[in-house]
């Protein structure tokens, strides 16, 4: 395949990850703040997965889109490291930002070269990696402890 046909194909595939984010924000649960957020992660196998954040009368326990995305692919059987992207979407001016705890869940159950596909919904979109949204995380091999003296 030509350079161009497959940046076309690869183009193609983070409109309709965008798509199917913005189908999964109708199933949010926002009576606390109304606004609405969709996720849809991409499997290497081709499986989509979708989220939407399910809000709690006690604030803390809310769960974002990208989140509800992740663990119910992860509870699905779906292996950490095998998402090639995702795509989160909402009503934002600018295409939408995933929040701190995201960010350290996709760093956690992603890979640094995870496309994270950011958009909102009249058609703005930008794309960075999850090493690029949170550099110098706290990673598994953070926790690996120096050798006793
Ligand atoms: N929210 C997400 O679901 N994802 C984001 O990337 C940002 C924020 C949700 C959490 C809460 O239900 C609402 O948006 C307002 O913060």
Avoid: W
């Amino acid at each position: 395949m030509s350079q161009k046909k497959e940046g076309m194909v690869i183009e193609e595939l983070h409109i309709r990850l965008l798509d199917k984010a913005r189908e999964a924000m109708t199933n949010a649960y926002v009576p606390y703040s109304q606004f609405r957020v969709g996720a849809a992660l991409l499997h290497e196998s081709g499986d989509i997965y979708v989220g939407c954040n399910i809000e709690n009368a006690a604030y803390g326990p809310t769960n974002c889109a990208e989140r509800t995305a992740m663990f119910s692919a992860i509870a699905q059987g779906a292996k950490p490291g095998s998402f090639p992207a995702i795509a989160v979407i909402g009503h934002t001016s600018d295409p939408i930002a995933p929040c701190g705890v995201c960010r350290q869940v996709l760093v956690e159950l992603c890979s640094p070269d995870t496309k994270v596909i950011m958009g909102n919904t009249t058609g703005d979109y930008h794309i960075m990696t999850v090493a690029e949204l949170l550099p110098g995380a706290f990673t598994p091999a953070s926790l690996q402890k120096e050798e006793q003296q």
